[in-house]
C-alpha cells in the first residue's frame, strides 16, 4: 500500500528523520511531506518575496500566509498527518495543522511526551492514534501498510 504522510509539529529535533529510517529500513511505500523546517527561511520567506516589512507583525502575517499555501496543499494531499508536539516551546502551529487535519476528516496520530497529556486532550480525542515515539509511528505505518 502506498501512503503520503505529512509530518507536521516540532522542528528542533531529528524526529522526522528518525521516521524516515525506519519507513527505510521496513522499505515501505511511503511518501513523507512536511513544512519547511528551515526556522529562519519560513520566517523570512515574505520579506525575500514581497518585500520588507517594517512590523514584526506584518512579517509575521505574511510569511505565515505563504507557509499555508504549503500547509494546506501537503495536508489536503496526505493519506495521514502526523503531529508531534516536543516539550521545549509550545507548537501552535501544530495545534492548528491537527486541527485542519481532523477538519478535512483525515486520519490523524499524535506524538508526545506524556507530560503533555493533559494539555493535548481535544487533539488527543481527535487521533485515531497517541504515541511517544518515532519508531512506534513507524510500527503503525508499518502495520497499516501490510498486504
Same mark, same amino acid.
Given at each position: 500500500? !502506498?501512503?503520503?504522510?505529512?509530518?507536521?509539529?516540532? /522542528?528542533?529535533?531529528?524526529?522526522?528523520? =528518525?521516521?524516515?529510517?525506519? /519507513?527505510?529500513?521496513?522499505?515501505?511505500? *511511503?511518501?513523507?511531506?512536511? #513544512?519547511?523546517?528551515?526556522?529562519?527561511?519560513?520566517?523570512? +520567506?515574505?520579506?525575500?518575496?514581497?518585500?520588507? =516589512?517594517?512590523?514584526? &507583525?506584518? !512579517?509575521?502575517? !505574511?510569511?505565515?500566509?505563504?507557509?499555508?499555501?504549503?500547509?494546506? !496543499?501537503?495536508?489536503?494531499?496526505?493519506?495521514? %498527518?502526523? %503531529?508531534? &508536539?516536543?516539550?521545549?516551546?509550545?507548537?501552535?502551529?501544530?495545534? &492548528?495543522?491537527?486541527?485542519?487535519?481532523?477538519?478535512?476528516?483525515?486520519?490523524?496520530? %499524535?506524538?508526545?511526551?506524556?507530560?503533555?497529556?493533559?494539555?493535548?486532550?481535544?487533539?488527543?480525542?481527535?487521533?485515531?492514534? %497517541? +504515541?511517544?515515539? #518515532?519508531?512506534?509511528? *513507524?510500527?503503525?505505518?508499518?502495520? /497499516?501498510?501490510?498486504?
Amino acid at each position: 500500500m !502506498k501512503l503520503t504522510v505529512y509530518l507536521s509539529g516540532e /522542528i528542533h529535533t531529528d524526529w522526522r528523520d =528518525e521516521i524516515a529510517r525506519g /519507513i527505510a529500513e521496513k522499505d515501505l511505500q *511511503v511518501t513523507l511531506t512536511s #513544512p519547511n523546517t528551515d526556522h529562519a527561511s519560513s520566517d523570512d +520567506c515574505g520579506d525575500e518575496i514581497l518585500g520588507t =516589512e517594517a512590523t514584526p &507583525f506584518w !512579517k509575521d502575517h !505574511k510569511a505565515a500566509k505563504i507557509n499555508a499555501l504549503r500547509t494546506r !496543499k501537503l495536508i489536503s494531499d496526505a493519506d495521514i %498527518v502526523v %503531529v508531534r &508536539f516536543g516539550d521545549k516551546y509550545k507548537q501552535w502551529n501544530a495545534a &492548528f495543522d491537527a486541527g485542519y487535519a481532523a477538519a478535512l476528516g483525515k486520519s490523524l496520530i %499524535v506524538q508526545h511526551d506524556p507530560a503533555l497529556t493533559h494539555p493535548l486532550k481535544e487533539v488527543d480525542a481527535a487521533a485515531m492514534a %497517541v +504515541c511517544e515515539t #518515532p519508531q512506534q509511528i *513507524v510500527e503503525i505505518l508499518s502495520y /497499516i501498510s501490510r498486504n
